[in-house]
C-alpha cells in the first residue's frame, strides 16, 4: 500500500522559506504525476504546484516565480520548496501522488507565515 507523509511545515516570518517533503512508501510501478495542494481556513482545497511526468510542471499563479516543485531521482520524496513567503500562504499543504492510476494524499503539514 502506498503512503505519503508531509513534513517540513511550521511557522515562518513574512519573506521566509520553507521547504515541505513528502516522503512516499510502498511498491510504485509507475509515477504518473506528483503535485502540491494547499487549504487555507474557510476555502477550498487549490492546486499549488503539479509535475505530470517529470516533464510539464504547472504553478498557481499566486506562487508563481516563488515555489518550486521537485523529487528526488529514487522517486520516493516530493519536494515543495518556498520562498519569499507570504501570510496568504498559510494553510495545510497535501502532498497529492498519482501512481499507477491511482490516487494518493498525504495527511497535510500545517504552514503558517506570520510576524
Known amino acids: 500500500q502506498v503512503q505519503l507523509v508531509e513534513s517540513g511545515g511550521g511557522l515562518v516570518q513574512p519573506g521566509g522559506s520553507l521547504r515541505l517533503s513528502c516522503a512516499v512508501s510502498?511498491?510504485?510501478?509507475?509515477?504518473?504525476?506528483m503535485a502540491w495542494y494547499r487549504q487555507a481556513p474557510g476555502k477550498q482545497r487549490e492546486l499549488v504546484a503539479r509535475?505530470?511526468?517529470?516533464?510539464?510542471?504547472v504553478y498557481a499563479d499566486s506562487v508563481k516565480g516563488r515555489f518550486t516543485i521537485s523529487r528526488d531521482n529514487a522517486k520516493t520524496t516530493v519536494y515543495l520548496q518556498m520562498h519569499s513567503l507570504k501570510p496568504e500562504d498559510t494553510a495545510v499543504y497535501y502532498c497529492n501522488v498519482i501512481a499507477d492510476e491511482s490516487n494518493y494524499w498525504g495527511q497535510g503539514t500545517q504552514v503558517t507565515v506570520s510576524s
Open positions: 510502498g511498491s510504485i510501478f509507475r509515477l504518473n504525476a
Open positions: 509535475n505530470i511526468n517529470g516533464v510539464s510542471t
